[in-house]
């Protein structure tokens, strides 16, 4: 996490200027942000998907199972 000593505060890599300088101070901070997104999405997170498709798709077959048999509360 880049950290400008004058400014007095932490950047976000891509906040950076692309020469990766500071873009209030204009003082040198870190070697400029690659164009290259290789950020991978947590594998817990695709297990949260998952478990939230299984949960709305068995809520929609119990709204047609109630539609059909008529069996309202």
Known sequence: MPWCETCNRFYNPRS????G????????????????DDTK???HFWVLVAALVLYLGWRL???VIWL???DWP
């Open 16 to 19: 950076l200027a692309p020469d």
């Open 68 to 70: 059909i048999t008529g």
């Open 61 to 63: 077959v119990e709204v």
């Open 41 to 43: 999405i947590p594998w």
């Open 21 to 36: 300088t500071c873009t209030t101070c204009g003082r040198f901070i870190a070697d400029p942000a690659d164009d290259t």
